[in-house]
């Protein structure tokens, strides 16, 4: 990316091992994410770009001297950052804080939408996947290397659980997976506030029980009125906006909690004064999805979640800017990319 919305595909370095705990993947699927898209609207123009990506499953090609988790041929998919797995925070299921790890696509990092990438810290980053290359459920694999495991760390930022009333913000990829993992957390109830009819049928299919189109103050009022009056115990923030995190801040009920896992984009979280009254809890951050892979995995591969559906437009990588353009135009949820 070398400005907003300006994407080009490009010939760079082949991947390579450069450090021993390194593996090689060949990249078969990867997807343009929702974050993505906030470079391609503010991204000030840069002569030597951004390499952009991080999602991906792929096949193991080599790995370096000190790698012992994984093999030539393995499928393995990729969390969105990687991680060591083995320091303190790690040990704590925060690999996100890893004191040696970093995000695709950083200095002397590849990025996920191309080819191959060499996986800094294999052991502690890539899970290997029982499946073959072309499984059918790709789509849904693909999910646990964010978007899946971001809705959940939303939901347990939240507190979902059984009997809870769960409110989600946000009706792209992040809080349609929302939906998902408050159902398998056992809401009794979960509204959606959304407006994209294609959004809202697919949440119903994921558990949604309430739909709530309004904005702002109309939303507020409407989703205390499903919830008799009070609002919700749990609320997914899955948008990053000052209008999104007001009303997620306002449909909490005293003492529910917020779990915000969409990106901020002000630095002043809103309704300091009345949550504090309320006693909400305000929870949440990047998620540390290489912690969650392991808990939801059976659950892609038995099907009892179907994260995949998300995915509703399928590319090469010719296709990415063009897919980067529907995802902004919100022609598309989330766009996949098949190499």
């Known amino acids: 990316m070398y400005g907003a919305g300006d994407v080009r595909v490009e010939h760079v370095p082949d991947a390579r091992i450069v450090k021993p705990t390194d593996a090689l993947v060949t990249v078969t699927r990867a997807c343009i994410c929702g974050s993505d898209l906030w470079p391609y609207k503010s991204m000030k123009p840069s002569e030597t770009g951004r390499r952009m990506g991080h999602e991906f499953i792929g096949l193991v090609q080599d790995v370096g ?11 393995v998919v990729a969390p969105f950052v990687w991680s060591d797995g083995t320091c303190v925070f790690c040990q704590e299921g925060l690999h996100t804080s890893c004191l040696h790890g970093g995000g695709w696509g950083g200095p002397g990092v590849d990025a996920g939408q191309g080819e191959a990438v060499r996986v800094p810290q294999a052991d502690g980053t890539v899970v290997v996947l029982p499946v073959g290359r072309d499984d059918a459920l790709m789509p849904s694999l693909l999910t646990l290397s964010d978007v899946m495991g971001t809705g959940h760390h939303a939901a347990l930022a939240a507190r979902v659980g059984p009997g809870k009333t769960v409110a989600v913000v946000g009706d ?20 959606m506030l959304g407006r994209h009819p294609d959004r809202i049928a697919l949440a119903r299919d994921f558990g949604a029980t309430d739909v709530v189109s309004e904005r702002g103050d109309e939303a507020i009022e409407r989703v205390r009125e499903l919830s008799g009056g009070f609002g919700a115990h749990c609320v997914v923030e899955c948008v990053g906006y000052e209008e ?23 630095p002043a979280i809103p309704e300091a004064v009345s949550t504090f009254f309320r006693n909400v809890t305000i929870a949440g951050g990047p998620a540390p999805v290489r912690a969650y892979i392991e808990e939801l995995l059976p659950d892609v591969l038995e099907g009892r979640i179907q994260p ?15 897919g980067y353009r529907a995802m902004n135009e919100r022609e598309a949820i989330k766009v996949m990319i098949a190499l």
């Open 308 to 322: 995949g559906r998300v995915f509703d437009r399928v590319t090469n990588l010719d296709g990415v800017p063009e």
């Open 65 to 75: 001297a000190e790698v012992r988790t994984v093999k030539k041929g393995d499928v």
């Open 244 to 266: 999104s995190t007001r009303t997620a801040l306002n449909i909490t009920r005293p003492g529910g909690a917020v779990g915000r896992v969409g990106v901020p984009q002000d």
């Open 172 to 191: 792209g990829a992040v809080g349609l997976c929302g939906v998902i993992a408050a159902r398998r957390l056992g809401a009794e109830r979960i509204i």
